[in-house]
């Protein structure tokens, strides 16, 4: 089985970055795209035979891996908030912009409402958004001279290769593994699946194979690899929704938005 079967998202994770500027500062987009293509036979190897190693892979190992990540992104996010959203903006107006949107969240969230509650985040992205609005921090970008219909082509930066690369791209591939372990098992629980037993070791084992699978397409397409996320498991405990319905439907506007980048940049 290909596929966690659950309402999953996956992105290039941040675990990739240090190998990635290493590979990039050596011999950049080529040996970049390179590198990630070749440390995929790491996941899509280990994907037959995780029910066997789930005694060295397991729970408590998974979910440090992925508090260690979470806790290495809020750098991040701090930054982001620290951020001005126009030039020219105050300096406090990425902050309380954050405060404001969170707090909006939590109030929607603290409505004895379904509808609030499934609505939260979106309700916090709007508000956010009508705030800087109003403010006139909103920067519109010029308009794309690019065509409208974009089609991705095959290997479109070329690739590269070094020995000495691999064993850090392979060894965040073996992290991205178990990063996956603990985020599909989180989503297994919130969605109110057992986390137990042949038929979670099957979502486990089909995950991953997809982790694997995707990182051939995306490093083929000239893209970098991606990796399970976890972000979707806060929306899911928020939102009480966690129909794998809605994972076709926003894959069918992704799939648009990436055809079609002029109207994308447009609606920014």
Not at 62 to 81: D, K, Y
Not at 89 to 114: D, R
Request: charged share 10%; hydrophobic share 55%; aromatic share 8%.
């Amino acid at each position: 089985m290909v596929g966690s079967g659950l309402l999953s998202i996956t992105g290039t994770s941040f675990a990739f970055l240090a190998p990635l500027i290493q590979a990039g500062t050596m011999g950049g987009l080529p040996l970049m795209v390179g590198m990630s293509l070749a440390g995929t036979p790491v996941q899509l190897a280990l994907a037959p035979f995780l029910p066997k190693l789930k005694r060295v892979f397991s729970p408590l190992v998974s979910g440090i891996v992925v508090l260690l990540i979470g806790l290495s992104l809020i750098p991040t996010g701090m930054r982001s908030i620290a951020r001005l959203p126009a030039e020219g903006a105050p300096v406090w107006s990425g902050g309380l912009v954050a405060l404001v949107v969170i707090g909006v969240m939590i109030i929607a969230q603290s409505i004895n409402k379904a509808w609030a509650r499934m609505a939260a985040v979106l309700v916090g992205v709007v508000t956010g958004y009508t705030i800087c609005g109003l403010m006139g921090w909103l920067q519109s970008p010029a308009p794309s001279s690019g065509s409208w219909l974009t089609l991705p082509q095959l290997f479109p930066f070329g690739l590269a290769f070094k020995w000495e690369l691999l064993f850090p791209f392979a060894f965040i591939y073996l992290v991205c593994v178990l990063e996956a372990m603990g985020d599909i098992t989180a989503t297994s629980q919130l969605s109110g699946l057992p986390t137990d037993g042949p038929d979670h070791w099957a979502r486990i084992r089909g995950g991953i194979l997809a982790d694997g699978l995707t990182c051939i397409g995306s490093t083929l397409l000239g893209g970098f690899p991606s990796a399970t996320y976890a972000q979707n498991n806060g929306v899911i405990q928020m939102t009480g929704v966690a129909a794998r319905r809605i994972g076709w439907v926003m894959a069918i506007i992704l799939l648009c938005l990436g055809l079609f980048p002029r109207w994308v940049a447009g609606l920014r």
